[in-house]
């Protein structure tokens, strides 16, 4: 039972433009979310997260939106460049001593030049 | 610098071997934790520890064992019971007891192919 999806494998878009990465989860008991960026061969780097009690949380071009009610969150990159090229993880956690990360499948960016 | 340790990054192992992939980290992180990635599966969590000498399993533990005798270091063996062992494997880990999200910290990782 997937418990976060990311349900496009696959997003190109201009540079310059905006990103949209989308993400939906089934547990309600998941109070943060956090997005990741993974190179080829490389570990995932930690971009930003935002808490289940706001609703948008931004870091340069960096922003996530979060609503609760449909459970379901995005990550808006703009202006798109080249370098966010990646594959992107949404992730989420319940609240607690025991609180491991639950990754999406991830999508793929590739940002034209 | 700190940051986790993986090694080795590319590993071959014949079917039947067990083989061990080693993860440090000087972070002073409490918890660390296993995932695998494959094609078009996301990660998915192994194994993951809280605390020294403990640990418990994750959502595909079955096949992989692993220890944390020191909280700098926690090794995974991928056994022989392990059906596809073929994967790219993190280690990562995070600060607990602490509020906000649970920003983990990841590894280069390590490729393991059986042949």
């Not at chain 1, 449909?70 to 990159?77: D, G, M, N, T, V």
């Not at chain 2, 992939?21 to 969590?45: F, K, T």
């Not at chain 2, 079955?62 to 700098?72: C, N």
Request: overall charge positive; proline content about 4%; charged content about 20%.
């Amino acid at each position: 039972d997937q418990q976060v999806k990311q349900n496009s494998p696959s997003l190109s878009v201009q540079e310059g433009r905006i990103s949209i990465l989308n993400c939906d989860y089934t547990n309600s008991m998941f109070d943060y979310f956090l997005w990741y960026k993974k190179y080829p061969a490389e570990g995932p780097t930690f971009l930003i997260s935002i808490s289940s009690i706001k609703d948008k949380n931004e870091d340069g071009r960096f922003t996530v939106f979060l609503n609760k009610s449909a459970k379901h969150l995005s990550l808006h990159i703009v202006p798109s460049q080249p370098g966010d090229s990646a594959v992107y993880f949404c992730a989420a956690s319940a609240h607690g001593a025991n609180s491991k990360l639950t990754f999406g499948k991830g999508i793929t960016l590739s940002v034209r030049p | 610098d700190g940051g986790i340790t993986q090694s080795p990054k590319y590993l071959f192992r014949k079917e039947g071997q067990n083989v061990t992939l080693s993860c440090e980290q000087n972070l002073n992180h409490d918890a660390m934790y296993w995932y695998r990635q494959d094609p078009g599966q996301g990660l998915r969590l192994i194994y993951y520890s809280q605390i020294v000498n403990d640990f418990q399993k994750g959502d595909i533990a079955e096949g992989y064992s692993v220890s944390r005798e020191k909280k700098e270091s926690f090794p995974l063996t991928v056994t022989s019971a392990q059906k596809n062992p073929t994967a790219f494997y993190l280690c990562a880990s995070s600060i607990t007891g602490v509020s906000g999200a649970n920003v983990l910290t990841f590894g280069a990782g390590s490729r393991l192919t059986v042949l």
